[in-house]
């Protein structure tokens, strides 16, 4: 939301510029593996792995302002009673996601060996660029001359409470069974969530 360029903007109440982001992304992934291997009489050998990736952004921002684009725009509040002038930018931006991953592993042997391996991985990467920006720049406010005198406020306001709420589960479940030889069972699990909030700021603007 702006007011942009050479102009006048003249109000008897209040001059509002309001500027409003809440965007949101929900993304959940599971993903289960099972494996199961029986033997009678020779070994038994049973791998089972499970991975989920979740990956989400969410880029841009939220501005409001008033730009005199290299000419000096007048703002006259001109109200006998209290005039404001506001220009607001709020920005409640939020991504959640839930990222599961489990590898069940059985190996049955009656007689043999029997090896048995599990494992689960869960990855979430998240992004949320962007800013929330709320400006004045090049232009003029002054109350009216009929009335003489400024009553009202003049508020530049910027609320950003954006957040990432990433849960990742990962699981390794293994069960080994043997009759007559030794038997070997192995559990994995890997979890990781990498999250990146307020990057892209444009440092140029006030």
């Given at each position: 939301a702006y007011a942009s360029g050479n102009s006048l903007l003249s109000a008897d109440d209040d001059i509002v510029i309001k500027a409003k982001d809440?965007?949101?992304?929900?993304?959940?992934?599971?993903?289960?593996?099972?494996?199961?291997a029986a033997s009678g009489s020779g070994s038994g050998k049973s791998v089972s792995v499970g991975v989920g990736v979740a990956r989400s952004a969410l880029k841009g921002g939220v501005t409001a302002y008033i730009d005199g684009d290299g000419s000096d725009t007048d703002i006259?509040?001109?109200?006998?009673?209290?005039?404001?002038?506001?220009v607001e930018a709020k920005r409640n931006a939020n991504i959640t996601t839930l990222t599961a991953a489990a590898g069940v592993a059985v190996s049955l042997s009656g007689s043999g060996s029997s090896v048995a391996v599990g494992g689960g991985g869960a990855l979430a990467l998240n992004e949320l660029k962007g800013a929330a920006q709320a400006y004045v720049d090049?232009?003029?406010?002054?109350?009216?001359?009929?009335?003489?005198?400024?009553n009202g406020d003049v508020t530049v306001e910027v609320l950003d409470l954006s957040d990432i709420d990433a849960k990742v589960v990962a699981a390794g479940v293994s069960v080994a069974l043997s009759g007559g030889d030794r038997a070997t069972a192995v559990a994995?699990?890997?979890?990781?969530?990498?999250?990146?909030?307020?990057?892209?700021?444009?440092?140029?603007n006030p």
């Open positions: 809440a965007s949101s992304v929900d993304a959940r992934v599971l993903a289960p593996a099972v494996a199961v006259r509040l001109r109200g006998s009673s209290n005039s404001d002038l506001i090049e232009a003029t406010i002054s109350s009216d001359g009929s009335t003489g005198t400024a994995l699990g890997f979890s990781l969530a990498y999250n990146v909030i307020g990057w892209g700021m444009n440092p140029g």
